[in-house]
């Protein structure tokens, strides 16, 4: 009697949702944030800036506080390369090439005019002391040895800084050469574009060993290097990027700073002078550090999520904390978690079941997927046949 009623209990509890599936050490996928374009912005740039186009742009957030002219096609000299280190950038990441690799220079390469340090055909300087010269001294000799030695070619190098630019979305944007230079038409770009491929540059922080040099050499010494971007020298926070000159494109900087955890880039196109470059670089940059401030707001505990017809009850579930963007003075970021009705298994880990809303003030800034943190089985008739059988068998 006490064997029977014990099978009874068993498969009664059988019956039960099954909480035997564990729970994995949770963990966060790649964000799916969704930002609200239409967002209320009391700051107000009232600046004087003497160039043809310029954007002021917040970085981890890809906001845009300011912007003039900013999908205007315009040549923009040397900060094509910022493309140019993008690519030499990314050819380290994935192994293509190592930083203490051995460049040999062609007769091409040498033969470079404008911006250079003067490499001599056959020479040969490791990839951390090209890209030292590319981005402190601007050196179009060693933007185009660098080109030759990842891609074989100059020809295939543009092609490739071409196809990158479209998966970045740079919508108004061609690249003739590697340097910038008018030969070859040059190309042109917009003040939007160049803040987008430099946002993407900003994310290899490998380039900071050079972006913030003064002064510094090659060459054992033997030859002097000075930066171009001298807000590196004279701005606060300033880690960058890139200017730009020729007769045709005038006077350009894609400039960056970093004060307390906000990372800003400023983009000046077509300035008359180098003295109005900078200053027009610097307002938008004060601009934007005396009104705005980057947050990541607390994160939400999600409690244990219900789910129907599952080998477990539940299962937890979790987000990235995205960066926010607010004005300085606002209120606190409220986070509102809102999970999906009625989930039913099978859930697959990493599925999308809900999502963080971020507000400020009432207003929605943006939004982060909740994904699971696990997955849960659906409990099918022949798991559950199973599971008693294997019971029944326990007390025999």
């Not at 014990?6 to 509890?13: D, I, K, Q, Y």
């Not at 390469?109 to 056959?122: D, H, R």
């Not at 040895?145 to 100059?154: D, Q, R």
């Amino acid at each position: 009697m006490k064997k029977c009623l014990a099978v009874l209990m068993s498969f009664l509890f059988l019956l039960q949702p099954f909480s035997v599936c564990a729970y994995e050490k949770p963990q966060f996928y790649p964000p799916a944030y969704e930002v609200f374009e239409e967002w209320t912005q009391t700051a107000s740039f009232t600046g004087n800036l003497e160039c043809k186009a310029s954007l002021l742009m917040e970085a981890s957030t890809g906001r845009i506080l300011y912007q003039s002219n900013e999908n205007e096609e315009l040549p923009i000299a040397s900060v094509t390369k910022i493309m140019s280190t993008l690519l030499v950038c990314e050819a380290i990441d994935k192994g293509k090439i190592k930083i203490d690799d051995m460049v040999t220079v062609s007769a091409y390469a040498a033969s470079m005019g404008g911006s250079q340090v003067y490499l001599e055909p056959g020479e040969q300087m490791s990839v951390d002391e090209m890209l030292k010269c590319l981005i402190v001294a601007s050196a179009n000799d060693a933007a185009v040895a660098l080109a030759e030695h990842i891609y074989g070619s100059v020809e295939s190098f543009v092609a490739a800084m071409n196809d990158r630019a479209q998966a970045l979305g740079m919508e108004h944007t061609l690249f003739a050469n590697t340097t910038g230079l008018d030969e070859d038409g040059g190309g042109y770009s917009s003040a939007l574009d160049v803040a987008l491929m430099t946002r993407e540059l900003l994310k290899h922080t490998i380039i900071f060993n050079y972006t913030t040099i003064w002064m510094d050499t090659v060459r054992d010494g033997a030859f002097g290097l000075s930066n171009t971007n001298r807000l590196v020298r004279f701005y606060q926070g300033a880690n960058g990027m890139k200017t730009g000159f020729t007769t045709e494109a005038m006077y350009c900087v894609s400039a960056t700073a970093l004060r307390d955890g906000m990372q800003l880039i400023a983009v000046v196109l077509g300035s008359p002078s180098s003295d109005k470059r900078f200053a027009a670089a610097k307002q938008m940059l004060d601009f934007g550090f005396a009104n705005y401030r980057v947050v990541q707001p607390q994160a939400v505990e999600i409690p244990p999520i219900t789910v129907k017809g599952g080998c477990a009850e539940s299962f937890r579930a979790s987000y990235t904390v995205p960066s926010v963007l607010a004005e300085k003075g606002s209120g606190e970021i409220v986070t509102e978690t809102r999970i999906e009705e009625n989930l039913k298994a099978p859930i697959a880990k990493g599925q999308k079941v809900g999502e963080a809303v971020f507000l400020l003030e009432g207003e929605e800034l943006c939004r982060a997927d909740i994904r699971a943190d696990s997955s849960v089985e659906k409990l099918t008739f022949d798991k559950l046949f199973k599971k008693i059988w294997k019971n029944i068998l326990s007390f025999v």
